[in-house]
């Protein structure tokens, strides 16, 4: 994906609310309910690997659990297909944040570093199959030497791997899962779930949210529908009514072609019973054609005798 996509993500979820319910919907384990949401902060992810590219796409958060911080790493991965030494990359991106931590003197009392839970949020168009754990990428050595082999793990949220029905409309990251899956025009609810975007986040204080929203659609969802990106429109209000012309447009193109194919189909059957069997060019012909050709040839048909005669322009 490009770089549009990356920064609407980080944008996304660069939103405490997106965070939560991301970790609410989709995580299923029991220390989360220990969290003080509330202390949700974003922390300035933008770190130099030794190739000095930055991580800039990454989104890294800071939430209290009891007395103590946890680092949230989100990896924000948008490839067509997984990166099969992801949990490398992983135990390289976790050490820049540790050595940051230790430079800036961000260590607990003791001088001891914060747990970190390394999330690889993944929507590519192939499942990923990838190995989250680093021990399995290592070949087996002597024995006594893997207790000296570094460790790395990630959890990994595969969008495509949920159906529509794991998605509920009560949640933030869902209703974008709902929207990012829709591979078509014939596959999409739109109005639905804007129509519960618009009234989770109609509130003054997630105008800020909501505007992330409608920028999103309008670069990412509506050129996987091969519309035109619109760049213009931040208010989601304006996205949803403008989404339900398209729809309505759609709607009717589609009728349009549906009309024309049956009309296409009809006038192949009549040829063949008035000429046999039809050379292999006449069919394609026939389902490229305009419905006002169709007609004309349709028209014509008791009037030549020849399939030649017949498309003759």
């Not at 998605?167 to 933030?172: A, D, E, G, R, T």
């Not at 028209?299 to 322009?313: N, P, S, W, Y």
Request: net charge negative.
């Amino acid at each position: 994906m490009g770089n549009h996509h990356d920064h609407s993500y980080k944008l996304l979820f660069s939103h405490p609310q997106m965070l939560r319910d991301l970790l609410e919907g989709f995580i299923r384990q029991d220390w989360l309910g220990q969290l003080d949401y509330d202390s949700l902060e974003k922390v300035n992810g933008s770190y130099i690997t030794d190739d000095l590219r930055a991580r800039a796409d990454d989104v890294i958060w800071r939430v209290r659990w009891g007395e103590r911080c946890v680092y949230l790493y989100l990896l924000l991965e948008f490839q067509s297909r997984e990166d099969p030494h992801m949990a490398v990359r992983i135990l390289t991106y976790v050490g820049l944040l540790y050595q940051d931590l230790i430079h800036t003197k961000q260590l607990d009392p003791h001088g001891r570093l914060p747990p970190v839970l390394p999330i690889v949020l993944y929507n590519g168009g192939v499942r990923w199959g990838a190995a989250q754990d680093l021990t399995s990428l290592i070949e087996p050595g002597p024995p006594g030497l893997e207790i000296y082999q570094p460790q790395a793990r990630y959890l990994l949220i595969d969008e495509g791997c949920y159906q529509t029905s794991e998605l509920p409309l009560s949640n933030l990251v869902a209703a974008l899962f709902r929207l990012e899956n829709s591979r078509s025009r014939d596959e999409i609810d739109t109005d639905t779930v804007l129509a519960a975007l618009v009234e989770w986040l109609r509130s003054p204080e997630q105008r800020s949210l909501s505007r992330a929203f409608a920028l999103w659609i309008g670069r990412i969802i509506l050129p996987k529908l091969s519309c035109e990106p619109v760049t213009g429109i931040d208010d989601l209000q304006e996205m949803r009514t403008m989404l339900a012309d398209r729809i309505q447009e759609w709607g009717e193109e589609f009728k349009r072609e549906g009309l024309r194919e049956g009309e296409a189909q009809l006038l192949l059957r009549q040829l063949r019973r008035r000429f046999g069997e039809l050379p292999v060019w006449v069919q394609p012909r026939l389902q490229q054609a305009p419905s006002e050709q169709l007609e004309r040839w349709g028209e014509r048909l008791l009037e030549v005798d020849t399939l030649d005669a017949l498309f003759e322009d």
